[in-house]
């Protein structure tokens, strides 16, 4: 069975600090994807990156950074210097090969709040 | 432009009228499923499809149907609401569940009374 954990539920940060969300999943099988998505105050789901476990590789996209460590079976998400647009719920995922098929888990998401 | 597009966005009804959420995507995915949110407990899969005329229960089904007669469209089905149906509900595509993003839709709020 495939597991994803986001333990923090909530974080309030003020502005232009940094932040790491944490994600932590479990899987038996060797090859997996991992996910970021974001969901803003209006509502819709975003992707914001896809990391495949062959791919250790640390990865930075402006002031936003992904930490993927399989030892800890971590895939850590962090915000540098955090801006009030920031604000969202956070998804990590996990998409696992089942059979023929496959299946994609969400942790329960962590809502940050971004104040000025 | 890509998109997933779901109506209706907002609905109340009562309980027991049944009801269709539409679903239909312009990106040629085989993949398509349905989702419902609610606070604390993140995105739960209902039902999902891998292609036309595949589809199968996710982690919550009770209570919803679903069909794939066409690639495009997978309308979510409920026939005869409850209250613990009120929810936020999201379609999402993915050309590739597997390796591949979802594309989301804007989401549907139902409201059942």
């Known amino acids: 069975a495939q597991k994803v954990t986001q333990a923090q539920t909530e974080i309030s940060v003020v502005e232009k600090e940094d932040v790491t969300l944490d994600c932590v999943y479990e899987?038996?099988?060797?090859?997996?994807?991992l996910f970021w998505y974001k969901q803003p105050p209006s509502g819709e789901l975003v992707f914001l990156i896809r990391?495949?476990?062959?791919?250790?590789q640390n990865e930075i996209s402006g002031r936003y950074s992904w930490n993927f460590q399989k030892s800890t079976s971590s895939f850590n998400f962090t915000i540098t210097a955090s801006q009030v647009v920031d604000s969202a719920v956070y998804f990590c995922a996990l998409s696992e090969r089942t059979g023929a098929n496959s299946k994609l888990t969400f942790g329960k998401g962590i809502t940050l709040s971004v104040r000025p | 432009e890509a998109q997933v597009t779901q109506n209706p966005r907002y609905l109340i009804t009562v309980t027991g009228k049944k009801l269709t959420v539409t679903c239909s995507q312009n990106m040629n995915h085989e993949y398509m499923s349905w989702y419902r949110q609610d606070p604390g407990l993140g995105l739960r899969q209902i039902y999902y499809?891998?292609?036309?005329?595949?589809?199968d229960k996710g982690d919550v089904p009770e209570g919803y149907k679903v069909s794939r007669k066409e690639k495009r469209n997978f309308p979510l089905i409920l026939e005869s609401p409850s209250p613990n149906q009120t929810s936020l509900y999201f379609c999402a595509s993915s050309l590739d569940l597997y390796t591949g993003e979802l594309f989301f839709g804007e989401g549907s709020r139902l409201t059942v009374l």
């Open positions: 499809s891998m292609n036309v005329e595949v589809t």
């Open positions: 990391r495949n476990s062959f791919d250790e």
């Open positions: 899987t038996r099988d060797t090859t997996y994807y």
